[in-house]
């Protein structure tokens, strides 16, 4: 089985100060991992994902993700936060085992506000 | 470049009636799914599809039917709607998966409300 937690509902932060969205996975074998970002009343966008090697992966809009096998973590992060950031976002798990075509675990999201 | 398109955008059902919420896609994709979101949930699995022919039940694939006759369309059927199917539900779909596992596009949503 697979799983994703994202254990904070909410996350605040000033423009141009940095953020980090926290995510931790589960998976039998080595996962795929991925994030997602939804502004009201809009389908998710891709940001981006980790297939393997760099564990250092960059996407768009300045987001980067940090995959930590020992920890299980996939945190997002950006340098310097902007209001137009603010929506919510996804952290997603595959294992790369799994039959099934692309079936994608989603956590339960964080709302990330970033205020002046 | 349409993407994923569902529709309807919104729909009030009464309990008890049925409908059929359409979703296709232009890009060619193999896989195809359904999920609901709901507050505090996140997203849930409810059908997928690998190819044309091919369904699968995902995590939540109760009171839900669907089918696959083309590689671009996958309508999801709620055969008897009941108050708990009341969500917001998303299409998704990408290439097959494997090793060139990409990114999943999602449509627009569909907000159902069953009174």
């Known amino acids: 089985a697979q799983s994703v937690a994202q254990p904070e509902d909410q996350v605040n932060v000033a423009e141009g100060n940095p953020l980090t969205v926290k995510c931790t996975y589960s998976?039998?074998?080595?996962?795929?991992l991925f994030w997602y970002v939804q502004y009201p009343n809009r389908g998710l966008q891709f940001l981006l994902k980790?297939?393997?090697?760099?564990?250092l992966v960059k996407g768009s809009y300045g987001f980067e993700a940090e995959f930590n096998k020992s920890q299980t973590s996939f945190h997002l992060k950006k340098p310097s936060a902007l209001v137009s950031d603010s929506a919510l976002y996804f952290c997603?798990?595959?294992?790369?085992?799994?039959?099934?075509?692309?079936?994608?675990?989603f956590g339960t999201g964080t709302q990330l506000k970033v205020e002046l | 470049n349409a993407g994923v398109t569902q529709t309807p955008k919104f729909q009030v059902l009464k309990t008890g009636q049925s409908m059929t919420l359409q979703c296709a896609q232009d890009?060619?994709?193999?896989?195809m799914s359904w999920y609901r979101q709901d507050p505090g949930m996140g997203l849930r699995l409810i059908h997928y599809s690998v190819g044309a022919g091919i369904t699968d039940q995902g995590e939540v694939p109760n009171g839900y039917n669907v089918s696959r006759s083309t590689t671009e369309d996958f309508p999801l059927r709620l055969l008897s709607a009941a108050p708990s199917q009341t969500s917001v539900y998303f299409c998704?779909?990408?290439?097959?998966?494997?090793?060139?596992?990409?990114?999943?596009?999602f449509g627009e949503g569909s907000r159902l409300t069953v009174l």
């Open positions: 890009m060619n994709h193999e896989y």
């Open positions: 998704a779909s990408s290439y097959a998966g494997g090793s060139n596992t990409g990114e999943l596009f």
């Open positions: 980790y297939i393997t090697g760099d564990n």
């Open positions: 997603a798990v595959r294992d790369r085992l799994t039959g099934g075509g692309n079936k994608l675990t």
């Open positions: 998976v039998s074998g080595n996962p795929y």
